[in-house]
Structure formats: structure tokens, C-alpha cells
Nanobody
Framework: VQLVESGGGLVQPGGSLKLSCTGT????????IAWFRQAPGKEREGVSS????????YYADSVKGRFTISRDSNGTTVNLQMDSLNPEDTARYFC???????????????????WGQGTQVTVSS
């Protein structure tokens, strides 16, 4: 069972990146998924979440209006489109399969079933 993130990289402020999360041995369409991020010296924080049906989403205030979480038509890939990136978005981004979905907040760390290895996003000029 493995979650695999892709799409990270170096981007200039104001630029965009699209992260993707896929599952090996894990039917992603059966799980609610969240994106977390962790910057050096900081705690891991929730960024966005989506339920298994793709009908409910939630965003951290810091990314609301700039990031969009979605599922592909098969529900087996979860994407995080990140626009208007700024240096404060620099972090390692992790995909997580959740034990349950909560519609009015981001998940807490103990609510994660599986973690991916993460992908680095660096926003710098």
C-alpha cells in the first residue's frame, strides 16, 4: 500500500504548480484524501481535503481562493492545483488517505490512515 505524490518543483512567486496523488495497492476512490504540508522547523499542517465522492472540499484559510483540490473522473487520482504561489507556500507537500471526512474542518494527524512520501514545492525568485 503506497501513496505517491508528484508534480512538485521550483516555481517563481505568482506561478502555478499541480500536484497529483495516486495509490498503489490502495483504491483511492474509496478514501477521503487530504493534502498536508510541512515547512522546515514547522509542524505539519492541513492544506485541503476532499471526500471520497469528490463532492465536498475544504481549504485552509491561507490557500483559499488560490488552491483547488479535485479528483479525476475515475476518482483514482487527487490533484491539488496551486496558483498564485508565494514563498510562504514553500514546503514538502504530503498526500494522505483519511479514516473519515469532516466537512467543517481540515483533518487532524491521527485521522490519517496512510501517508505518501511527499513532494517538495519551492517558491523562490
Amino acid at each position: 500500500v503506497q501513496l505517491v505524490e508528484s508534480g512538485g518543483g521550483l516555481v517563481q512567486p505568482g506561478g502555478s504548480l499541480k500536484l497529483s496523488c495516486t495509490g498503489t495497492g490502495l483504491p483511492l476512490d474509496l478514501y477521503s484524501i487530504a493534502w498536508f504540508r510541512q515547512a522546515p522547523g514547522k509542524e505539519r499542517e492541513g492544506v485541503s481535503s476532499i471526500n471520497s465522492f469528490g463532492t465536498l472540499t475544504y481549504y485552509a484559510d491561507s490557500v483559499k481562493g488560490r488552491f483547488t483540490i479535485s479528483r479525476d473522473s475515475n476518482g483514482t487520482t487527487v490533484n491539488l492545483q496551486m496558483d498564485s504561489l508565494n514563498p510562504e507556500d514553500t514546503a514538502r507537500y504530503f498526500c494522505a488517505a483519511l479514516k473519515w471526512y469532516t466537512s467543517n474542518r481540515l483533518p487532524y494527524l491521527p485521522e490519517v490512515y496512510f501517508w505518501g512520501q511527499g513532494t517538495q514545492v519551492t517558491v523562490s525568485s
